[in-house]
C-alpha cells in the first residue's frame, strides 16, 4: 500500500505570495489532517478534513484554508505569505475512526523569502 | 500555550542502556497520549500509544508508563541501539479526534 505523498518536497516563494500544497492519503483513508512543523513552535495541528468536510481546526490565521475532494486528496492553501510561515507543512492519513492511527507524510518545506 | 511540556530536550545513551523521555499534560480532558519517532527528513511515525484506564503498556522494546494522578507520561526504550537514534515527540488529545498537541522533542543519540 503507498504510504501518504505530499507534493512539492520543497517551495521557495516570497512574501505576499500565496501556496498551494496536496496530499494523497492513503487509500481507504477518509481523513487528511494537516500539521506545521518549526523549529521554534514545534508541531501544531492546522485542520482536520473527513469525507470533504472540515471537521478540526486549529489556532491559525484564516490566511491558511484547506479543502478536501470526493477522492479523499486534500490540499492547503496559505495567503500572504509571510516570513513566519517558513516550516515543514505535514499531512497525515486515518481512516477518521476515533484514535486510529496517524500516518504521517514526509512534508513539504516551504521557504518564505 | 504548550499543554504537553516534554522533557529532556536531548538525550545520549550508550548502546544497550535505557532511554527515558518523560512529558506533562494540563488538560485532564486528554484520553489518548500516542509516541511518534521522526527520522531526519521525514514524517513522524507512531511508536505506540496508550489510553488512560491503563498504567503501562509495552511493545518490544517500548514501554510507556502512565501516570494518571501526576498527569505525567514517559516511554522507556530498552536495550537502545544507534538505529533508535531520532527525535521522538510524545502527543494528546481528546475525544478522539486528531487534533494532536505535541510535546517539543527529545532528540536522542545511541552512542555505538
Known amino acids: 500500500k503507498a504510504g501518504v505523498t505530499q507534493t512539492p518536497r520543497y517551495l521557495i516563494k516570497t512574501r505576499g505570495q500565496q501556496v498551494t500544497l496536496s496530499c494523497s492519503p492513503i487509500s481507504g483513508h477518509r481523513s487528511v489532517s494537516w500539521y506545521q512543523q518549526t523549529p521554534g513552535q514545534g508541531l501544531q495541528f492546522l485542520f482536520e478534513?473527513?469525507?470533504?468536510?472540515?471537521?478540526n481546526k486549529g489556532n491559525f490565521p484564516g490566511r491558511f484554508s484547506g479543502r478536501q475532494f470526493s477522492n479523499s486528496r486534500s490540499e492547503m492553501n496559505v495567503s500572504t505569505l509571510e516570513l513566519g510561515d517558513s516550516a515543514l507543512y505535514l499531512c497525515a492519513s486515518s481512516s477518521g475512526q476515533p484514535n486510529e492511527k496517524l500516518f504521517f507524510g514526509s512534508g513539504t518545506q516551504l521557504s518564505v523569502l | 500555550q504548550q499543554q504537553v511540556k516534554q522533557s529532556p530536550q536531548s538525550l545520549i545513551v550508550q548502546k544497550g542502556g535505557i532511554s527515558i523521555i518523560n512529558c506533562a499534560y494540563e488538560n485532564t480532558a486528554f484520553d489518548y497520549f500516542p509516541w511518534y519517532q521522526q527520522f531526519p527528513g521525514k514524517g513522524p511515525a507512531l511508536l505506540i500509544a496508550?489510553?488512560?484506564?491503563?498504567s503501562e503498556k509495552k511493545e518490544g522494546r517500548f514501554t510507556i508508563s502512565f501516570n494518571k494522578s501526576a498527569k505525567q507520561f514517559s516511554l522507556h526504550i530498552m536495550d537502545s541501539q544507534p538505529g533508535d537514534s531520532a527525535t521522538y515527540f510524545c502527543a494528546a488529545s481528546k475525544g478522539g479526534n486528531n487534533d494532536m498537541r505535541f510535546g517539543a522533542g527529545t532528540r536522542l543519540t545511541v552512542k555505538p
Open positions: 478534513y473527513f469525507s470533504e468536510t472540515q471537521r
Open positions: 496508550i489510553r488512560p484506564d491503563v
